[in-house]
């Protein structure tokens, strides 16, 4: 079974470019989450999905950030325009539906430098 | 309000040391317990879980302990190989935000 995909891998951009962020959560898999990861941190959460509806997205800096799961399954994040300070992991990941006993699935991650 | 404070790293042993991570949480109710681990290059992975109070997870070899008493959670292995090498990562789940919270993570280096 595949597991989550991202990308891409890495993107290095200037301050001031947009650029988006791809994932493809696993087959069947309700929720999804895009969290940030800063350097020697753990993940925090930006934005919950069940289905196509953005259930979280209290952490979402909205005035530069944005996502999309368009037909409940892949799910596009996007910064517009990027900042020296968004150099960061970002993460995605899914689970079945979203409780204790449903286990996240995470990507590998798109490391994100913004020079 | 909910957080998660585990041991800095990095920690370094010699291959078959006793292995433990500490990790202690701050939470409102009864939050589910995790251990997470991140190898080089890969995507977090869940390593072992307790959802109540006294209910021990393991996998792999290490095992964890959901402390009530104590608000901890400890991460132990009783002899680490050199593939235990990584990043883990003690996290909470609180249900009325249906949230994970995550520590900061702890890097683990074997050596031969």
């Known amino acids: 079974e595949a597991g989550v995909v991202q990308s891409p891998r890495y993107k290095i951009i200037e301050k001031k470019q947009p650029v988006a962020f791809w994932c493809n959560p696993i087959s069947g898999h309700n929720t999804l989450y895009w969290y940030l990861q800063n350097l020697g941190q753990g993940p925090e959460l930006l934005i919950r999905?069940?289905?196509?509806?953005?259930?979280?997205d209290s952490q979402l800096p909205k005035d530069r950030f944005s996502a999309e799961r368009l037909k409940g399954v892949d799910s596009t994040l996007k910064i517009q325009p990027a900042e020296l300070g968004d150099s960061a992991v970002y993460l995605c990941?899914?689970?079945?539906?979203?409780?204790?006993?449903?286990?996240?699935?995470f990507g590998p991650g798109t490391r994100l430098t913004v020079l | 309000g909910n957080s998660v404070t585990q041991m800095e790293g990095p920690v370094t042993l010699s291959e078959e040391a006793f292995l433990t991570i500490n990790c202690t949480y701050t939470a409102t109710g009864y939050p589910s317990l995790f251990w997470y681990v991140q190898y080089p290059g890969e995507g977090l992975q869940l390593l072992l879980k307790a959802t109540k109070a006294d209910d021990k997870g393991s996998n792999k070899g290490f095992e964890a302990t959901y402390r009530k008493e104590t608000t901890s959670f400890h991460l132990e292995k009783g002899s680490v190989q050199v593939s235990d090498s990584a990043v883990y990562f003690c996290a909470l789940f609180y249900s009325s935000a249906s949230k994970i919270i995550f520590g900061s993570g702890t890097r683990l280096s074997i050596r031969p």
């Open positions: 999905y069940e289905n196509e509806e953005a259930v979280d």
């Open positions: 990941a899914s689970s079945l539906e979203d409780g204790p006993s449903d286990e996240q699935f």
